[in-house]
């Protein structure tokens, strides 16, 4: 594939069940990609600290000829309540209020639209026991609508219709994948997004 993707995360992406492997490293292995991959468990988008996904958005090389942005949805968000805000009728990035999910998630797609230029992609979590994180999904689906993004969307998708026994294995809790849940699980739902967006 050959395409220089940049990666923005927490746990999820970083690979925090799986050794620091996630689907990530995976694309790199078996499709080629050439990641730029920034990734801290325990972060947040919602603008809080130097280790938030806004922050560490902005010490990635702004010289990267990048071939799409893909950026995690938090579950942290979700587990620590963060005020969830509503979407702006801007599209200016100093409009937005980066201490709301709302704003962080328009201010990240603003910055990586005008800093790289390329794509810029959502994914979700599959589906967990999590009202908070439901509602994150819906907003970032009617943020979509607004931005024209591209959303991996493993949360709504009928992946999740997999037996208890499966489940167990692909997965180390609600949120983390094990190594063979990115391999197996995962890691085909991005190929397959990643294939469509490039006409691979």
Known sequence: MKKKIIFLGSSVTFGAASNGISFVELLAQKDGIIPIK???SGTT?????????????KTIDKSIDADAFVCQLS???????????EVSPSFEIED???????GAIEYIIAYAK????????FYTGTRYDS?????????????????????????????NNISPSLYKKYMADGIHPTRAGYEQWWLPEFEKYLCELFGL
């Open 38 to 40: 920034e990734a801290v």
């Open 45 to 57: 988008l919602v603008d809080n600290g130097k280790s938030s996904y806004i922050s560490r958005m």
């Open 75 to 85: 579950t942290n968000d979700a587990t620590l309540k963060m005020p969830v805000g």
């Open 96 to 102: 937005f209020d980066t201490s709301t999910v709302a």
């Open 114 to 121: 005008q800093t790289w230029g390329c794509p810029v992609i």
């Open 131 to 159: 009202e908070q994180y439901a509602a994150l999904v819906k907003l970032l689906l009617n943020i979509k609508e607004k931005w024209n993004i591209g959303v991996i969307d493993l949360w709504n998708n009928e992946m």
